[in-house]
């Protein structure tokens, strides 16, 4: 971590490398498309992309010296999602600033990790369930739309039995993405603490393991099927009743500005400064999400 005492007025350092550090565990979607550099460059307020989708005809056979060459193009349709900007500002008195407290230095510093932390639990919250909105209304703030909000029509799945989810239904929620063509067969899932608990008693007697005296318990991390494997992401911000399913390499978070760290004008006797990040996500095709729901 950067120290205050580098830190001037007219300073924005970047936190890019920082944030994929920290807060893992509570940020399990995000920290798995920084860590994979799945990150591109916004350039608005608004990002646009073209969809990527593959031609499924039956049959591209031609004889021996064909010259009558048939074309193909991919349906690209126009996709888009809104940037959302993020901000939490850190204010410290020079008496606190000053103070050296052992174990833990310099006290700014501190309270920048802290609230870059915080900064990335929020980005988590929207990139997970954010609901789209362009800011154009009162309270004008732009909002994403999260991850469980781009599932295809067509890859969708309700739960046959209220509040139960089934084996046969999370294979036939990874069996939608197979159907769909997608190339990788490695799917994630987010999904929250119930469901999680549910899908691990699924497993209890059907695992392998390696034998440790000292720790005991039992949870499904990763689930193979015939139409891919399927890591699952314990996420507290999933939605209790939905469990999403994705090619990650379908997935992106595109910056107009960086997690960064930028000091503010010094007024008084205390020290100020803010972190911020502006981005969005971006899902290349809803055809690479799936969803899961349970039935109420």
């Known amino acids: 971590m950067f120290k205050s005492t580098n830190l001037t007025?007219?300073?924005?350092?970047?936190l890019a490398k920082e944030i994929v550090k920290i807060g893992v565990t509570d940020t399990p979607l995000t920290s798995l498309l920084l860590a994979k550099g799945l990150t591109e460059k916004a350039n608005g307020t608004v990002h646009t992309w073209r969809e990527k989708s593959y031609s499924d005809d039956a049959d591209v056979s031609v004889i021996e010296g064909n010259e009558d060459v048939k074309f193909y193009q991919?349906?690209?349709?126009?996709?888009?999602?809104?940037?959302?900007?993020?901000q939490k500002g850190v204010s410290v008195s020079g008496t606190a600033n000053a103070i050296n407290v052992q174990g833990q230095g310099n006290i700014f510093s501190s309270e920048v990790a802290d609230r870059l932390t915080e900064l990335k639990v929020n980005i988590e919250r929207a990139v997970t369930k954010g609901v789209k909105n362009d800011g154009s209304a009162t309270p004008f703030i732009?909002?994403?739309a999260g991850l469980e909000t781009w599932?295809?029509?067509?890859?969708?799945?309700?739960?046959?039995?209220?509040?139960?989810?089934?084996?046969e239904e999370i294979k036939a929620t990874v069996k939608k993405?197979?159907?769909?063509?997608l190339p990788t067969g490695e799917y994630f899932a987010l999904v929250n603490a119930d469901m999680k608990e549910q899908i691990d008693s699924l497993y209890k007697d059907k695992y392998n393991y390696v034998a440790q005296t000292d720790?005991?318990?039992?949870?499904?991390?990763?689930i193979i099927t015939n139409?891919?494997?399927?890591?699952?992401?314990?996420?507290?911000?999933?939605?209790?009743?939905?469990?999403?399913v994705f090619d990650v390499n379908a997935l992106s978070l595109?910056?107009?500005?960086?997690?960064?760290?930028?000091?503010?004008?010094?007024?008084?006797?205390?020290v100020k400064g803010q972190v911020l990040a502006e981005g969005t996500l971006k899902v290349v095709s809803k055809k690479a999400v799936a969803q899961y729901t349970l039935k109420a």
């Open 254 to 270: 595109s910056f107009l500005r960086d997690p960064q760290f930028e000091a503010l004008a010094k007024t008084g006797d205390s």
């Open 215 to 222: 720790v005991f318990g039992l949870t499904a991390q990763t």
């Open 227 to 244: 139409y891919g494997r399927l890591h699952l992401l314990l996420s507290r911000h999933a939605s209790a009743d939905k469990m999403t």
């Open 142 to 144: 732009r909002r994403m």
């Open 9 to 14: 007025n007219s300073e924005s350092i970047s």
């Open 151 to 167: 599932a295809d029509p067509t890859n969708l799945v309700t739960g046959a039995t209220s509040k139960i989810i089934k084996e």
């Open 74 to 86: 991919s349906g690209r349709a126009e996709m888009s999602n809104v940037l959302e900007l993020f």
């Open 177 to 181: 993405l197979w159907d769909q063509g």
